[in-house]
Antibody, heavy 116, light 112 residues
Framework: QVQLTESGPGLVHPSETLSLTCTVS????????VYWVRQPSGKGLEWMGR???????SYNSALKSRLSISRDTSKNQVFLKMNSLQTDDTGTYYC??????????WGQGVMVTVSS | DIVMTQGALPNPVPSGESASITCQSS???????????LNWYLQRPGQSPQLLIY???TRASGVSDRFSGSGSGTDFTLKISSVEAEDVGVYYC?????????FGSGTKLEIK
């Protein structure tokens, strides 16, 4: 069955770089796109960026200067790297599979706290 | 960026009653292919969001027929008929037409 699992450090210090991994199963990264979406604690959802099935990427312009998304199809993994983290980057980070209708499967999310 | 604006619910909603959640987009979400690229999600407490409706009115797989979506190019409604305890959570609309994909701020549903 389709599964997405986010992993990464729970704590990042201010100004440092966040590295997250989304490991997928039950589908191919060359057949489906993957989004990264984040949610500050107690707040709403923010689309961060996309890894398309053909390897193209697209980013939220508000984050573009700090954000990079890549993948390793042989390992069924999509990666997110975001630099210069600040306290308002604290929240839960999700990866999602995208079908023709939108994000149909979501990971359980990974909580990231930015604190010294 | 397309701005998505959601309305509030008169919480709590009595169990068994219907509830309608509104969403407005700053730009028409009607694509040239005739589809309207508006999605609805439910995020239950402590859980990841779940896709309920896509293309404005198509229910996602496994979603109860108590949920229905309707609207025009810029004004949308998610209707929940006969609300149940399991419907509690925050509902989000999202436009799927342009990048960046943008979400509404969410509408909380509480049940009485």
């Amino acid at each position: 069955q389709v599964q997405l699992t986010e992993s990464g450090p729970g704590l990042v210090h201010p100004s440092e770089t966040l590295s997250l991994t989304c490991t997928v199963s039950g589908f191919s990264l060359t057949g489906y796109s993957v989004y990264w979406v984040r949610q500050p604690s107690g707040k709403g959802l923010e689309w961060m960026g996309r890894m398309r099935y053909n390897g193209d990427t697209s980013y939220n312009s508000a984050l573009k200067s700090r954000l990079s998304i890549s993948r390793d199809t042989s390992k069924n993994q999509v990666f997110l790297k975001m630099n210069s983290l600040q306290t308002d980057d604290t929240g839960t980070y999700y990866c999602t599979r995208v079908s023709y209708g939108g994000p149909d499967y979501w990971g359980q999310g990974v909580m990231v706290t930015v604190s010294s | 960026d397309i701005v998505m604006t959601q309305g509030a619910l008169p919480n709590p909603v009595p169990s068994g009653e219907s509830a309608s959640i509104t969403c407005q987009s700053s730009k028409s979400l009607l694509h040239s292919n005739g589809k309207t690229y508006l999605n609805w999600y439910l995020q239950r407490p402590g859980q990841s969001p779940q896709l309920l409706i896509y293309w404005m009115s198509t229910r996602a797989s496994g979603v109860s027929d108590r949920f229905s979506g309707s609207g025009s190019g810029t004004d949308f409604t998610l209707k929940i008929s006969s609300v149940e305890a399991e419907d509690v959570g925050v509902y989000y609309c999202q436009q799927f037409l342009e990048y960046p994909r943008t979400f509404g701020s969410g509408t909380k549903l509480e049940i009485k």
